[in-house]
């Protein structure tokens, strides 16, 4: 149970890369000024996370099951945290979706934009009736600099961070008035299992439709490209959990 005193943190998808780091950081708080509500799709993938947190787990951090693109389990969720109020929420789940769009079906662009739009706007639904009740409140939402400039063979990811990025906007300016603050974090690239997923459904694909100069523009150019660009400015979770801790104090 959080002590007085102490801000509620409600975070999504904490089973790795950047939520993980963030649950920990804030968790291990030096001043111990925050209770980490860490959530994940899947609590059997809690083992990284419990060991990571060390003995912060069960005193500052509790685990709970959360699907962002199910209104059943974020209405559960929400429920079992009601008493506490979420004085921060911290939407971070995110997916990724790599390759020439003439390959890529209506369906996997509906599963991006249902986890980083629809997602994030049904958790932001959630949490602000209550953070309007008591007029307080931090919402961040961890966006991408592709929310902010379109990237080659991202067009899709790209398209659900600019969404995103155009809600909150414009959710700002209501939210102000009842003094809830909404921030968000656009990360370059940053060294996590979201290259890595990305990369073995880039491996599996087959290219239905795309033309053979774009195949091996893909191919050739851009991914290895964007490798080099990963190991020269790739960032750690470490250095956005800091940066975001920043933003909430
Ligand atoms: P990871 O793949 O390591 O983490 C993504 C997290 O989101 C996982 O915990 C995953 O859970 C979770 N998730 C996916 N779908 C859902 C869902 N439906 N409900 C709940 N959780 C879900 O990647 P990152 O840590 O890198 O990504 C975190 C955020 O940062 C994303 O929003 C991403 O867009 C953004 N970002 C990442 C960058 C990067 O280069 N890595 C750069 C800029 C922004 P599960 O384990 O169950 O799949």
């Known amino acids: ?55 912060a787990y069960g005193k500052t951090l509790m685990l709970l099951p959360l699907d962002v693109c199910s209104d059943d389990s974020v209405k559960q ?30 369906e996997e662009m509906k599963r991006v934009f249902e986890t980083n739009f629809f997602g994030a706007v049904r958790m932001i639904k959630e949490v602000m009736p209550d953070m309007k009740k008591r007029r307080s409140g931090h919402i961040v939402v961890m966006s991408s600099v592709m929310g902010l400039q379109g990237v080659v063979f991202n067009d899709v990811y790209t398209a659900s961070k600019f969404a995103i990025e155009g809600f909150c906007e414009s959710m700002a300016v209501q939210l102000m008035k009842f003094n809830i603050r909404l921030s968000m974090i656009e990360p370059g690239p940053v060294h996590t299992e979201f290259e890595t997923k990305m990369m073995e459904d880039v491996a599996k694909m087959e290219y239905p439709g795309a033309d053979a100069d774009t195949i091996r523009y893909f191919k050739d150019v851009y991914l290895p490209s964007s490798r080099d660009i990963f190991e020269a400015m790739g960032q750690t979770p470490d250095d956005i959990a800091k940066c975001l801790k920043k933003v909430i104090e």
């Open 77 to 106: 969720c929400i429920n079992n945290v009601k008493d506490r109020h979420i004085d921060i929420f911290i939407n971070n789940a995110g997916v990724g979706l790599l390759g020439p769009v003439e390959s890529i079906s209506i």
């Open 1 to 55: 149970m959080a002590n007085s005193g102490q801000k509620v943190v409600l975070i999504t998808g904490c089973s790795s890369g950047i939520g993980l780091r963030i649950a920990v950081t804030l968790a291990k708080d030096e001043k111990k000024r925050y209770h980490v509500i860490a959530t994940m799709r899947d609590l059997k993938k809690k083992d990284k996370l419990v060991e990571a947190a060390g003995d």
